[in-house]
């Protein structure tokens, strides 16, 4: 089992930056690909941002490519989604996974976190 708890968002205006953290606690961190996924009301859930395990890869949905960076720290069982340039479209509840591979698909994802708001004011 592993635990994921999201914290970093919060409210900001188009074109600031948020920072958001995923804390992993339980079996080994380093040992999975790691992915950020959003929902907004009544939309799906979507892919935003993937890494692997040793963070050798990184894989972006087109609607944030140069503007979020997604990375991860082993030692602390963390990872981070860096978001520039913020649009009201962004805003969404932010979602970590943690799965065996670093895909797209939520499918691809054995386990969740609860979610952290990100709102973006125009």
């Known amino acids: 089992q592993v635990q994921l708890v999201e914290s970093g968002g919060g409210l900001v205006q188009a074109g600031g930056s948020l920072r958001l953290s995923c804390a992993a606690s339980?079996?080994?961190?380093?040992?999975?690909?790691m992915g950020w996924f959003r929902q907004a009301p009544g939309k799906e859930r979507d892919f935003v941002a993937a890494?692997?395990?040793?963070?050798?890869?990184?894989y972006y949905a087109d609607s944030v490519k140069g503007r979020f960076t997604i990375s991860r720290d082993n030692a602390k069982n963390t990872v981070y989604l860096q978001m520039n340039s913020l649009k009201p479209e962004d805003m969404a509840v932010y979602y970590c996974?943690?799965?065996?591979?670093?895909?797209?698909?939520?499918?691809?994802?054995?386990?969740w976190g609860q979610g952290t708001q990100v709102t973006v004011s125009s």
């Open positions: 339980g079996r080994a961190f380093s040992m999975y690909a």
């Open positions: 996974a943690a799965g065996r591979v670093a895909g797209t698909s939520r499918a691809e994802y054995d386990y």
């Open positions: 890494i692997s395990w040793n963070a050798g890869r990184t």
